[in-house]
């Protein structure tokens, strides 16, 4: 994958991100997110040890625990063409 693609996975999760919060909000309460700083702080394309290869999105100003948010960004990227991105949130 290309660092390009990346940037564009990025990009296109920050705009998941702006969906979400104007279309989704009211459905994702209970899960402890930070609407105003939310943002994708990098996108990654990783081979473990065991040489799964897999991408990643690194989401901060949500809680680790925001299975609600993590599934609606996942449904936002597949609804772009990015299937199997794996969401991770953070503080």
Known sequence: MSTEQLKELRALTDQAIETIRKTWKN?????????????????????????????????????????????AIRTELENCGWSDVTVVTGW
């Open 27 to 71: 459905n994702l309460l209970g899960d402890a997110v930070n609407w105003a700083n939310l943002h994708c702080a990098e996108a990654c394309w990783i081979v473990n040890d065991d040489g799964e290869e897999y991408t990643q999105v690194r989401i901060e100003e949500a809680s680790p625990n925001a299975s609600r948010f993590q599934c």
